[in-house]
């Protein structure tokens, strides 16, 4: 009997190539496995190139609920973002693939699970410790990590055994895409000093032919879920497919990114994250009404902490649990309206309101109606700098100069002081 091998397949490039050669290489019987996150709109072409290039059979599993209930709106509400820059939408569609391929091989009974990262990547660790917590017991197979061939030599195997690639040497884009947003590298792109060209791009206007005129969205959460958009209810997979429309359509979320991998290089990446980009904003924005600022600066150092996880490949850990559940309590009173302009690349937030806001115009206003106590001030300031006072007089002021920093002031060499009698 045959060994089966599910493969997550793409179409792109690599994996249609590596139907073929897991049959050549390993004698197994190839079950294509192509998961929606929003990467495509006509998954039948997807699964019927897998049938013509060799597959026994082809999966299309429909998981864009899940991709977006499950792992973008946890990652919206603890503000993840790599680096500063990277909003992790490739990074975050890996635990969730391995979570079903698991399942498929499972159930049709295989031994081997396959991918077709490369040795060079971030998206091997995701995969590979997903599917090892998981399911131990079923091995890994990494065809463009064990087949030695460049990009180039890839593309001619895929010419020379009739398999349809949608890559040129002339065009030899790497492409991931779903919902959260669009990853382009390779070709031109590896050279950091290029600037990305426009073909680049295809979820972003470019921003010198966007609108002239600034356009607006009011963006609705429930605690910390984005669940409207202009007051009309959506769901999660709609609603992020009319804000990447919209928002591109402004030319805004292109990102130009230096990357740290995992794997310890850097990497010159191209994102598309329209949706992704002017909702971070707005999330951030309703927290900093509704979170007390030890909250908001704690926060902070949880979110980088939740983004390198999801960037490195630990996503089914307890430590992810612990961070998530921190997260989940940080969301109960973010609920609001948050209103964004979007503008010729840019997105901005020029509005914003909650049920729960700790913004009290009684206390901010210098106008009348101010009920804020400014004679407690004095008192406030007496107590707030007693350790500065208390230290001034005994350290700083003992010196023979008061230095401008706690750093003791440079001696004065002896030449100096000669010279100075």
Not at 42 to 70: E, I, N, T
Not at 176 to 183: F, I, P, T
Not at 220 to 228: Q, T
Request: hydrophobic letters at 40%.
């Amino acid at each position: 009997m045959t060994d089966k091998v599910v493969l997550a397949y793409s179409g792109g490039l690599d994996t249609s190539a590596a139907i073929r050669w897991l049959q050549e290489k390993y004698n197994v019987d190839v079950i294509a496995v192509t998961i929606d996150v929003g990467n495509e709109k006509d998954f039948s072409v997807v699964r019927q190139k897998a049938l013509k290039v060799g597959a026994v059979k082809a999966v299309v599993v429909d998981a864009k609920k899940s991709f977006v209930d499950h792992f973008i709106f946890p990652a919206l509400a603890a503000n993840a973002v790599y680096e500063g820059v990277y909003l992790l939408a490739t990074a975050l569609s890996r635990p969730l693939m391995a979570k079903l391929l698991v399942d498929v091989a499972i159930k049709e009974g295989a031994s081997f699970i396959a991918h077709g990262c490369t040795g060079k990547g971030n998206d091997q660790v995701r995969f590979e410790v997903s599917i090892n917590a998981l399911a131990p017991d079923i091995k890994i197979i990494a065809p463009a990590r064990e087949w030695g061939m460049t990009r180039q030599e890839t593309i001619k195997y895929a010419q020379r055994h009739g398999i349809p690639v949608p890559v040129t040497v002339a065009s030899p884009y790497s492409i991931d895409e779903n919902l959260w947003g669009k990853s382009v590298e390779c070709g031109v792109l590896e050279d950091p000093w290029t600037e990305p060209p426009e073909d680049a791009y295809s979820w972003t206007k470019s921003p010198a032919k966007a609108p002239n005129k600034p356009g607006y969205v009011e963006i609705g959460f429930k605690e910390g879920v984005p669940v409207s958009l202009d007051g009309k209810e959506l769901d999660g997979v709609t609603l992020l497919l009319r804000l990447n429309e919209l928002a591109g359509e402004h030319g805004v979320g292109r990102i130009d990114h230096i990357e740290n991998r995992l794997v310890g290089i850097k990497s010159r990446e191209i994102y598309e994250a329209p949706a992704a980009t002017v909702l971070l904003q707005a999330h951030q924005a309703l927290e900093a009404m509704t979170l007390a600022k030890d909250q908001a600066r704690f926060k902070q150092k949880v979110s980088i902490e939740y983004a390198d996880l999801i960037y490195n490949g630990l996503w089914f850990t307890r430590f992810h649990q612990d961070l998530a559940a921190y997260v989940l309590s940080t969301q109960r009173f973010v609920t609001g309206v948050v209103r964004t302009k979007l503008f010729k690349g840019h997105s901005s937030v020029v509005g914003r309101k909650s049920p729960f806001s700790l913004y009290n115009l009684g206390l901010a206003t210098y106008d009348k109606g101010d009920k804020f106590d400014q004679k407690a001030s004095v008192g406030f300031i007496h107590i707030w700098g007693l350790p500065v006072r208390n230290q001034a007089q005994v350290q700083l002021l003992a010196q023979e100069e008061c230095p401008l920093s706690l750093a003791a002031p440079k001696a004065k060499s002896k030449g100096k002081r000669k010279a100075a009698k």
